[in-house]
């Protein structure tokens, strides 16, 4: 595009750098950044616009031909400058929170870069007379320029206006020293800036200079979160700087002091081997090795407190606070306590304490401790779990400042609620109280005395502390349960003697030397032996019968060793009563100070329970534990009846047994009898079906009743093959094969399952043409062989060995049926 190449004068180094500078600034806010906030894109607009007007500085220097007639770098300057001023008062009222309309501003903006551009292409024509005000200083070929100027000035003014109005009206330490920055930023621009539209150096090489300051300073405002505190820093200086003049003025008093009382005797003794001002150095420097240390600390100290104010030793804070609050078990005093202290210590306006009330799936209810400044604080205050707040105090367990929660984008997700009711309690800084990485409680901290904001000793300090609390609050919310507990329990303890009373329980209280103290109504009943007659007694007197039992030994335990008994049953024979099951209870009784002063015995009679159980322990060996256990707990609520339901239904008869039975006595019959039906039955039951009846030398077997099993079919297969196995497994055993084999018939389908009978006598079964048919295929099943229905083969086909048997007719059916053989299936139980 150019014929010549570009030389880069010298003078435009400092552009080119600033230019470079911003770009980097740039950069890292696009890796550090998500811009996903009106602050974090405004500001990058105004870096981007500064490397361009940078660029066109460079430009200029290099006298590079302009790019469009009519429109030179120097005006491209002009206009920059407008674009950069309002760009950079938007961002600031970004920054600042304030919501005033900018539509105003835009225009006004608009309006000077019509302006410019009409003064620089001549469309508005000034008589030189406008300007003889100006001594020649403006004129009609600089006049679109210095409109710039000015409108620029007029926003960055306006910017440190706001800011300057803000930092007034703020009472938090934190937002002010964040404004604070924002106005050295803009001071620093406009510096910069007007020290470069000098063009003169070296006033505007060091505006470049600033200008790139600015831009650094502005930039770590928006980035970081925790500022440096500007007034800690220029405190530092300060520090710095006294203490090297101190350092200067000891040195020089030494060596005046050397000079004035030692000199001429250094002079007489050291002449021959040094010189005297030699002499005087060293013999200084001895001097100053000695006093120099004291000197230093006390400086130290009397700048720390002149600089910075209160100062408190660390280790002796920790120590003084732990004695404080040891032993504390009344909240309010412990907060009270706690609270005044870090006041002190930290010259706090105002502190609270929270400690955790209840929580619940999604909420943390924090409750306000009653103490020193805490008026006018909600008594009460609610926190939703898993948000950015809640993550920062408890996961991250690092104290949160309302600062933060204010201007970090991370708490922007977290709910208004939370956000509001926190800033609604006008405190500065939440520090977390955790036990065992759990939340119990917070300290809520305002703004401090002197106006200054807490520093990272004061935070270290803080953490320890809620450290340090953590325990003593646990106890005192203990103890504080307790005082709550005791009050409800005074008034109710009237209300428990009428419950003792009415209780089916018997309750029986007795001292440490086994006087009866309580003895209930259903006591009473239960020993037979009337109140009256045993309150104020020994129980060894009153309740004779139970002298016989284990009963005085379990009372001696209790009473001396604190066991703990739990439903224990002992059998005793009562007068009138005759023998009797009971079951007792026994704990330590014992006082507020945890001392044991008696024993406490709650007696359940559970003789008509034990009879009962062992009704129904006999019954299961009759009937099958599926139907036992499904029987109801109210005998009214056994009824006649049934449903209709899939299920699958087994025959098994013993095949040879009539020819054997001839060789046997009837005893001899029935054991051994008995001996192959349970191998059937075992066979049923592994497989968790019901053993329905015996007949004769048969057995039936329900699947899928009453307990539901989506596999019954294969259930009922596998009991089979496990019968097969096992009557073999057994003729192995006894070394003789007897003959007898299990013929047995296998059909799944529909049937009517429920109790059938007459009210006084029921059968738990099922009754349909599904238990016909299964009944009919074992009847024509040889000895030794499973027969199945094709229903139950294609149920099962994938997971058994199985082939066709024949097409079988049963009688009182007209259609016969398919029949297959099972030759394997897995007769094992998992």
């Known amino acids: 595009m150019f014929s010549d190449p570009i030389v880069l004068p010298s003078q435009a180094i400092f552009p080119l750098g600033i230019a470079v500078a911003y770009l980097a600034l740039c950069l890292y806010m696009l890796s550090s950044r998500k811009l996903d906030s009106p602050i974090d894109r405004l500001f990058l607009a105004y870096l981007l616009l500064t490397v361009l007007w940078s660029l066109d500085l460079v430009v200029i220097l290099s006298n590079v031909p302009p790019l469009l007639p009519g429109l030179s770098w120097p005006h491209l300057v002009s206009y920059l400058l407008i674009l950069l001023g309002i760009t950079y008062w938007t961002f600031a009222r970004a920054f600042l929170q304030n919501f005033w309309q900018t539509v105003w501003a835009w225009v006004g903006a608009g309006m000077g870069l019509l302006l410019a551009a009409a003064l620089n292409m001549g469309w508005l024509a000034l008589s030189s007379e406008l300007f003889t005000w100006s001594n020649g200083w403006v004129n009609p070929d600089n006049a679109a320029f210095v409109l710039s100027v000015a409108w620029w000035l007029f926003f960055m003014t306006l910017a440190a206006y706001n800011g300057l109005v803000q930092a007034v009206s703020t009472p938090s330490p934190a937002h002010k020293n964040r404004i604070r920055y924002l106005i050295l930023s803009t001071l620093l621009l406009v510096a910069g800036y007007g020290l470069y539209l000098t063009l003169l150096e070296p006033f505007w090489t060091t505006g470049l200079i600033i200008i790139g300051v600015g831009g650094v ?177 408890i996961v991250e367990q690092r104290p949160l400042a309302q600062y933060t929660i204010d201007i970090s984008l991370q708490f922007k997700n977290a709910p208004e609620y939370d956000r509001q009711t926190l800033r609604a309690l006008n405190y500065e800084w939440f520090i977390p109280i955790l036990k065992k990485e759990q939340l119990i409680g917070i300290f809520a901290l305002g703004p401090k005395k002197s106006g200054r904001p807490y520093t990272d000793q004061d935070m270290r300090l803080l953490n320890t502390l809620a450290d340090q609390i953590a325990l003593a609050l646990e106890n005192a919310t203990l103890f504080d349960g307790m005082q709550r507990n005791l009050a409800e329990i005074t008034q109710m303890k009237n209300l428990m003697a009428n419950v003792f009373d009415s209780m089916d329980n018997g309750v029986i209280t007795m001292d440490i030397l086994g006087k009866i103290t309580l003895y209930n109504r259903a006591a009473e009943a239960i020993l037979a032996v009337p109140s009256e007659e045993c309150v104020g007694l020994p129980y060894s007197e009153v309740l004779t019968p139970l002298n016989n039992t284990i009963f005085p030994n379990l009372i001696a335990n209790v009473a001396r060793r604190e066991n703990h008994y739990t439903d224990y049953e002992i059998i005793s024979d009562l007068p009138g009563r005759g023998r009797v099951n009971l079951s007792l209870n026994l704990a330590p009784l014992k006082d507020a100070q945890d001392q044991t002063q008696g024993v406490t015995i709650v007696v359940d009679d559970v003789t008509e329970t034990k009879r009962l159980r062992a009704v129904h322990d006999m019954f299961r060996r009759y009937v099958s534990p599926a139907v036992v256990d499904r029987l109801p707990s109210n005998p009214f609520d056994l009824q006649l009846g049934g449903h209709r339901q899939e299920v699958s239904i087994l025959f098994a008869d013993i095949r040879g047994f009539t020819a054997f039975s001839e060789k046997l006595t009837p005893e001899e019959l029935v054991d051994t009898l008995n001996e192959y039906l349970s191998m059937a039955a075992g066979s049923i039951l592994m497989f968790e079906g019901m053993l329905d009846k015996f007949i004769g030398d048969a057995v039936m077997g329900i699947f899928n009743a009453p307990l539901e099993q989506s596999d019954h079919i294969l259930r009922a297969v596998r009991a089979a093959a496990a019968m097969q196995r096992v009557i073999t497994d057994y003729h192995k055993n006894i070394g003789e094969e007897r003959g007898l084999t299990f013929g047995v018939g296998i059909h799944a389908g529909e049937a009517v399952v429920g109790n059938v009978g007459m009210s006084d006598r029921m059968d738990y079964t099922a009754i349909g043409d599904t238990v016909n048919v299964a009944k009919r295929i074992q009847e024509n099943a040889p000895g030794g062989k499973i027969l199945m229905s094709e229903a139950v083969y294609q149920a099962v086909k994938n997971s058994v060995q199985a082939v066709f048997y024949q097409e079988m007719p049963l009688r009182g059916r007209e259609q016969s049926v398919k029949t297959y053989e099972l030759l394997y299936a897995d007769a094992d139980y998992r």
């Open 217 to 393: 300073l502005a930039t770590y405002t928006v980035v970081v979160e925790n500022l440096l505190d500007l007034g800690t820093v220029t405190r530092w200086v300060m520090s710095g700087f006294i203490l090297t003049v101190v350092t200067v003025s000891v040195y020089l008093v030494g060596i005046y002091l050397v000079e004035t009382f030692l000199g001429d005797f250094l002079a007489q003794t050291l002449a021959r081997y040094v010189d005297k001002s030699l002499a005087v150095a060293v013999v200084t420097a001895l001097f100053l090795t000695v006093i120099y240390s004291p000197i230093r600390q006390v400086s130290q100290y009397l700048t720390n407190r002149l600089l910075f104010g209160q100062h408190y030793d660390y280790q002796e804070v920790i120590q003084k606070y732990t004695h404080l609050i040891s032993n504390r078990l009344y909240l309010g005093e412990l907060a009270n306590v706690a609270m005044s202290y870090i006041n002190q210590v930290l010259g706090v306006n105002r502190s609270a304490l929270f400690i955790l009330d209840s929580e619940s799936g999604e909420q943390l209810l924090l409750r306000t401790l009653p103490a020193t400044g805490t008026n006018g604080v909600p008594k009460t205050i609610s926190l939703k779990k898993d948000t950015p707040i809640t993550q920062r105090l």
